[in-house]
């Protein structure tokens, strides 16, 4: 899959991958949480390994407040012989750092300092005890910092002194980072365990995207997105019997409801067109005909990886037109060939003629030539419209090619100007019915005499355009559909020339009618076509010129002019 991938999605221009990337940012995440949270850990171990100590210092300062022989010190004429050494001994039971104990002016009777005895004690409320209230505290001593209480020593219901067991402060941060030393393996593996983590997920998310970086996967969903949006076919994307993915072509082609996905299938598409395309899925075959909404449509499948199908939907008349449109295009380049196998062989006899010195019959070859293009450019001078003009010579020049009957009506003639949607529809009709006319006779045998004969005349009711021919007609059993697209005597893959006209006409107000008699050119194709207001007498044509004799077969030479 990934190499599927690299062939459909730009290179990366990121410095980092999206692993990477991601792996910074869960290990960011987590230290975002995890140092706050440490050092509210820590702030929290601190406070309880001060609570901790002062209700200890409170603990034993008021044991030794009321301890006999202390009491009894303070009845001596000279208490500190008996308080200092009774101090020491409690100091270094309890370890804690300094055991203090004054009379009631706070000078000291015992410090672990000897030479600081008699002197008044430093920091601190020195005025509570004397009032019989206890004291918990950190303040700057003799000795330093320390987290120490101050109980009063009540003697006959007297205070006589106070006793202080104090613990300096760098004893406690000692132990603090004790703590926290023996706590350090357990968060260093915490963190591992997480950079692990952050890993193992940044290789899975990797995997998931096809190795892609998030930028290419925003560029390919824009670009699947342009895509769809520019193809002429309609995509649908089914899993199962949903409709999972809907182009808007495919929309537009369905005449789908907007509504979100995933739908049925059966909500979008017929009964009979539903269980064709789901037939479809069972085989590679080729694209399928349905018939969905009333428009002809080709539909094919194509399964991906994951059991999902890729169900393509064209237009068939714009499929048809486009191989009609290639049809032309060979037609037109046999034409040029042949034409040019033409020149070529009057420039040969041309060359033979001159080189046997037979001028006068190289000029009268030369003048038969120039004498028949002139005839034809006389004739399609009263349509006075190049386009309609250059398309029948056109035509003149296919019919010689052919060796068929070629007549243009003398009654033919049109205004100087016209709305350029009618002369559209005009050429239309002229190059398919004129077209379809070379065929019919080409397939009624080189045996039956008859021709194509064009009218493109204009009347006060617009234009009107009759092609008449000797061929066989439209066969009885396509009469009632003759107009629709697809419908054509002449096999599969045909029938979309007349459409086009009869759609054409109708879009300007006008209609194609097919008639047949018995006459030479018996199958007659007429095309109106309304302009706006009505035409001056004199642009009507010439209204009792002679109308021709009908062709009664091919020109003995195969050359053609007005009547070639």
Known sequence: ????????????????????????????????????????????????????????????????????????????????????????????????????????????????????????????????????????????????????????????????????????????????????????????????????????????????????????????????????????????????EQVQLLSPQAARLLSAPSGPLPVPVTALLPGEACRALLDLRAGDGPPLALTVQGRPLLVSVVGVPGGDWIVTWRDRASVQALSDELFQARRYAELLRAQAHEFSNRLHTLAGLLHLGETDAALESIYSSARLSAQARDAVMPLRNVTLAGLVLGKYERARE??????????????????????????????????????????????????????????????????????????AHLLPGVMARGVSSKGEGRGLGLALVNEAARSLGGDVQYARDDGPLGTRFTVTLPLDGHLPPDEHGPPDAPRPPEPQGPPDDGAGGPDA
């Not at 509570?128 to 987290?147: I, N």
């Not at 930028?215 to 002429?232: G, K, N, P, S």
């Not at 617009?462 to 066969?475: A, H, K, L, T, Y």
């Open 1 to 240: 899959m990934q190499a599927l991938a690299a062939e459909v999605v730009m290179p990366s221009t990121s410095r980092l991958r999206v692993q990477a990337r991601l792996f910074l940012w869960i290990l960011a995440f987590f230290l975002a949480l995890a140092v706050p949270l440490a050092l509210l850990g820590s702030a929290a171990l601190r406070g309880s390994i001060y609570r901790d100590y002062a209700d200890r210092s409170l603990r034993e300062s008021r044991v030794l407040a009321q301890d006999p022989g202390l009491l009894g010190a303070y009845r001596l004429a000279r208490p500190a012989s008996v308080i200092q050494p009774l101090a020491e001994r409690v100091r270094a039971l309890l370890g804690a750092d300094y055991v203090t104990v004054t009379d009631r002016d706070a000078r000291r009777l015992a410090h672990p300092d000897p030479a600081l005895l008699g002197r008044t004690m430093v920091g601190g409320d020195l005025s509570s005890f004397r009032a019989g209230r206890t004291v918990v505290e950190t303040v700057r001593g003799t000795l330093g910092v320390s987290v120490r209480a101050k109980v009063p020593v009540l003697l006959d219901g007297s205070v006589v002194g106070l006793v202080s067991v104090g613990f300096l402060l760098p004893r406690l941060t000692a132990l603090f980072l004790e703590v926290v030393r023996q706590s350090a393996p357990w968060y260093a593996l915490t963190l591992l365990l997480a950079l692990l983590g952050a890993h193992v997920l940044s290789l899975r998310v990797r995997r998931e995207m096809l190795g892609l970086e998030p930028e290419q996967i925003a560029a390919v969903t824009a670009q699947f997105r342009t895509v769809l949006h520019a193809l002429e076919e309609g995509v649908m994307v089914l899993r199962g």
């Open 402 to 475: 052919l060796r068929l009957p070629f007549t243009l009506d003398p009654l033919s003639a049109l205004p100087g100007t016209l709305p350029p949607e009618v002369v559209d529809a005009a050429a239309l009709a002229v190059g398919n019915l004129v077209e379809n006319a070379f065929e019919a006779v080409l397939a009624a045998g080189p045996g039956e005499a008859g021709g194509v004969r064009l009218l493109v005349a204009a009347d006060p009711e617009g234009v009107q355009i009759e092609v008449r021919d000797s061929g066989p007609g439209v066969p």
